[in-house]
């Protein structure tokens, strides 16, 4: 299976996608695109402009284009950084006709959709910077571009919750019953 774990920052995503990644050691983990792109010496604003998100989106859309093997996690997918898309646009121009095309494709590709929400009590407390702010609106548009499903997804999707074992434990039933 190629599974994308989504949701927006500090939520536990990573800590997730990690987790089932040391449980399953068939599979192979594909960083998060931003790390990728710091790692390759990218240069972010801070904070992180609709510029910055429609790179990390197109290498994320990269990933998945590439990806041959068939037991992958993808740390974020490019549901995530459209959603972050959308909510900082600022003077950059985007053609979200083409973009959309380009995301549906890609995640025809993935077959689990793992959703790690914001929840309440707020797990991970952000310090009062403006990132939790935009971590509620990421969320929501997320949220809605998840469940909602406009581009009729054919993805298994899965919202978890909990403490991190609950979360790995949930992703590994489905795995378990889809075999």
């Not at 010496?41 to 992180?48: A, N, R, T, V």
Request: proline share 5%; aromatic share 6%; net charge negative.
């Amino acid at each position: 299976m190629k599974i994308a774990v989504t949701g927006t920052h500090r939520t536990g995503k990573t800590t997730l996608a990690e987790d089932l990644c040391r449980t399953l050691p068939k599979y192979t983990l594909f960083d998060e695109p931003y790390h990728q792109l710091v790692e390759a010496g990218h240069l972010f604003s801070d904070p992180p402009s609709g510029e910055d998100f429609l790179v990390q989106l197109e290498t994320s859309l990269e990933q998945i284009q590439n990806c041959r093997d068939d037991h992958v996690i993808f740390d974020r997918c490019p549901l995530d950084l459209f959603a972050y898309l959308r909510v900082t646009l600022d003077s950059i121009e985007v053609e979200f006709d083409k973009l959309t095309h380009k995301i549906a494709h890609a995640m025809q590709r993935i077959d689990l959709v793992v959703f790690v929400p914001v929840e309440e009590p707020k797990r991970i407390v952000l310090d009062n910077n403006g990132l939790d702010e935009l971590r509620t609106k990421v969320a929501s548009e997320l949220n809605e571009l998840v469940f909602e499903d406009p581009w009729n997804l054919e993805c298994q999707i899965v919202s978890v919750s909990g403490p991190q074992q609950d979360r790995k434990n949930q992703v590994l039933r489905i795995l378990n019953n889809s075999r």
